[in-house]
Nanobody, 124 residues
Framework: VQLQASGGGLVQAGGSLRLSCSFS????????WGWFRQSPGKEREFVAG???????YFADSVKGRFATSRDSAKNTVYLQMNSLTPEDTAVYYC???????????????????WGRGTLVTVSS
C-alpha cells in the first residue's frame, strides 16, 4: 500500500491549488480518506475527508473554500483548495483508513496509511 501526495506549491492569496493523492495496493472506493495539514509550530489538524459513500466532511476553517473528491478509476483522491489565505500555508497529508466499515473521522490515529506531505505556501 503506497500513497503519494502531489500538487503543492507556492500560490498567492486568493488563488487555488489542487492536491492529488494516488494510491496503489487497493481499490480506493471502499475506504474513507482524510486530508490533514500541519503548519509550522502547530499540531497536525484535520482538513477534509471523503467516505466510502462519497460523503464529504470539512473543518470549519475550510468549509466553502475546499472540496474533496475521488476518482476510483484512477485510484486518486483530490483536494481542491480555493480562496487560499496565508493561514492555509502548511504541509498537507492524505491518509487512508483501511477499515472498510469506518466513516470519516478527524482523528489521526484512525488512519492507517499516510502519504508523504506536500507543501502548500500561500503568499500575502
Amino acid at each position: 500500500v503506497q500513497l503519494q501526495a502531489s500538487g503543492g506549491g507556492l500560490v498567492q492569496a486568493g488563488g487555488s491549488l489542487r492536491l492529488s493523492c494516488s494510491f496503489s495496493g487497493r481499490t480506493i472506493r471502499y475506504y474513507a480518506w482524510g486530508w490533514f495539514r500541519q503548519s509550522p509550530g502547530k499540531e497536525r489538524e484535520f482538513v477534509a475527508g471523503i467516505s466510502r459513500y462519497s460523503r464529504t466532511y470539512f473543518a470549519d476553517s475550510v468549509k466553502g473554500r475546499f472540496a474533496t473528491s475521488r476518482d476510483s478509476a484512477k485510484n486518486t483522491v483530490y483536494l481542491q483548495m480555493n480562496s487560499l489565505t496565508p493561514e492555509d500555508t502548511a504541509v498537507y497529508y492524505c491518509a487512508l483508513d483501511s477499515n472498510p466499515t469506518s466513516g470519516v473521522t478527524s482523528t489521526e490515529g484512525d488512519y492507517d496509511y499516510w502519504g508523504r506531505g506536500t507543501l502548500v505556501t500561500v503568499s500575502s
